[in-house]
């Protein structure tokens, strides 16, 4: 089971850096990304790396703010976020992922979310 970590309080203008990792096994998938859920709302793709070529996608609204990275051994994917804003609070998710219509989205009847992470921009 795949658990994200390092969501937290955060002022607006901050940065966070998120980790996922399932019990330090590689995350042996073509593609993963993060997504995220705001309180009251559906979830988001935000990012999606192909773990082959290093190719990467990110939604629109973190383009320039964010970046998604895998470790060498790839038992680690991180989110870099930076200049967070409010609309960023969500918890976060890492799964797999593909990039459809020019979103991110999961495979087709995924459901195993896994661990979330809070994080929570506010002054």
């Known amino acids: 089971q795949r658990v994200a970590s390092g969501g937290g309080p955060v002022q607006p203008g901050g940065s966070l850096k998120l980790s996922c990792t399932a019990s330090g096994k590689r995350l042996d998938y073509s593609t993963i990304g993060w997504f995220r859920q705001a309180p009251g709302k559906g979830r988001e793709g935000v990012s999606c790396l192909a773990t082959d070529d290093g190719d990467t996608f990110y939604t629109d609204s973190v383009k320039g703010r964010f970046a998604i990275f895998l470790d060498n051994a790839k038992t680690t994917l991180y989110l870099q976020m930076s200049s967070l804003q409010p609309e960023d609070t969500a918890a976060y998710y890492c799964?797999?992922?593909?990039?459809?219509?020019?979103?991110?989205?999961?495979?087709?009847?995924?459901?195993?979310w896994g661990q979330g992470t809070l994080v929570t921009v506010s002054s």
């Open positions: 799964a797999p992922c593909q990039v459809l219509s020019g979103q991110v989205r999961p495979p087709a009847d995924f459901s195993s």
